[in-house]
């Protein structure tokens, strides 16, 4: 089994809708999560830090089910502007080494 | 901003070349990363350092050393340059307990 597992999609999304996407993580000593965006041919940067049962972040909801050990993002009122892939990043190593997902394409459309 | 300099975006070199990617850091990070990126495979490690001439094979070193002299920089050497190494190269550095930023990247071709 894999570390991380996304569904690589592509999640096509009407302008102005809701859409969630999970990722499943195989190691429950797994203690903080970062969501990053990442622009088509860009580098990935940092959309989101969960440190506990979820995190906020204006349109953007992260919730992490420790039980069932996956994390979810939540999208909401989804802008053109949005549409990237994302990369979930479960944080096992106390020494700050990132294990990458291989990412969820989110696709916005008029 | 934490900026990560690395120091060409496209590079094209021939097969057997001896390949030097730079990459520095302005933040006083400990921690610095090499990745590759390919299509469907993601993100994996090369490389990484914790500190100043220290480093750590990651997933996938072979065909790669590494060189940290100084704090703030991070260089990813590929010995002998093979078209299978053809990639987008990213580095990273962050603080132990914080998220990574990365470098704009580094697409390398082999031919």
């Known amino acids: 089994r894999k570390e991380v597992e996304q569904d690589p999609g592509p999640f096509n999304v009407p302008e102005g809708a809701t859409v969630a996407f999970n990722c499943t993580y195989s190691?429950?000593?797994?203690?903080?999560f970062f969501w990053y965006r990442q622009d088509c041919r860009k580098e990935p940067k940092l959309l989101m830090s969960?440190?506990?049962s979820g995190n906020e972040d204006g349109r953007f909801t992260a919730q992490l089910n420790r039980a069932s050990q996956y994390i979810s993002l939540l999208i909401r009122d989804s802008k053109l502007s949005d549409s990237a892939t994302y990369l979930c990043?479960?944080?096992?190593?106390?020494?700050?080494?990132?294990?990458f997902g291989a990412g969820t394409q989110v696709v916005v459309t008029p | 901003d934490v900026k990560v300099t690395q120091s060409s975006r496209y590079l094209v070199k021939r097969t057997g070349e001896k390949v030097f990617l730079e990459c520095v850091q302005d933040?006083?990070?400990?921690?610095m990363f090499w990745y590759r990126q390919d299509p469907g495979l993601g993100l994996r490690l090369i490389y990484f350092s914790y500190d100043v001439k220290m480093k750590e094979k990651g997933d996938i070193p072979e065909g790669y050393s590494v060189s940290r002299e100084k704090k703030e920089r991070f260089s990813l050497i590929l010995e002998s340059a093979s078209t299978n190494q053809t990639s987008m190269y990213l580095c990273?550095?962050?603080?132990?307990?914080?998220?990574?930023?990365f470098g704009s990247g580094t697409r390398l071709t082999v031919v």
């Open positions: 933040m006083d990070h400990e921690n």
């Open positions: 190691n429950s000593a797994s203690q903080s």
């Open positions: 969960v440190y506990s």
């Open positions: 990273a550095s962050s603080w132990t307990e914080t998220g990574y930023t």
């Open positions: 990043v479960p944080a096992t190593d106390s020494w700050g080494k990132l294990q």
